[in-house]
Each structure stands twice: as C-alpha cells, then as structure tokens.
C-alpha cells in the first residue's frame, strides 16, 4: 500500500525528488508513514528497477520513475536536476556475452537557462 503510493509518487512527480522530498509531501497525507518506510522502499524500488536512483548530486540520491534511457543535466547553482535526451542508437545494446549492464548513468554538469540568465 505505501509502496504503490511511493511508486504512484514517482511516476506523476518528474522533479527527480529525494527520499526526503517524498517523505515530506507523502506524510502530509498519511501521518503514519515513517521516513524508514520511504527509504527502504525506494531502496527496493531501484534494486527490482522499477526506479532509478541517481547519484549524480552527491549528497543526495535522487529517485525517478522514468526508467526508459535518458540522461540527467545537475545545475551545479539551484540543484535542478533536468532530463536530457539520449541518441539510443550509440548508447543501446552495450551489452555483450563478456559482461552485463545493470545500470547506467549518464550525467551532465552546468548552469541550467534559470541560472544563466540570473548572471546577466
Ligand atoms: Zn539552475
Ligand atoms: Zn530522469
């Protein structure tokens, strides 16, 4: 039950929210909830993919429930984490007989338009 609400969380919300971020916004509407709960969920969420869990801002680990390939931009000045596109046709299928991929990152660093026009 809290998990299919922690998944139906991240399926509507494309912020790429924190287990915090989730904890606040969910416990508004379910008091009960527990902020061990919500990490482990996520936890189990991203081991069976049904999420992913990206770790391109290192302090914290930021959830998405896009698991199709694309990749991530980090503005290093507001932390907004954005989609980027991903050619598939370079990137798909690395997979080969000598080893398996489990998971990929692919991770931008920058200054996201917001930002860029707040320095002018
Ligand atoms: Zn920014
Ligand atoms: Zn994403």
Known sequence: MQRLLIMKYLLTHKTHPTADDIYNELSKRMPTLSK??????????????ACLALTLDEKNIHYDGDTTLHGHFLCKECMTIIDIPINEISLNREESSDYTVDSMEISFYGRCSACQKKRM
Request: glycine letters at 0%; charged letters at 20%; proline letters at 0%.
């Open 36 to 49: 061990t709960t919500v990490y482990n969920t996520l936890k189990l969420l991203a081991e069976s993919k």
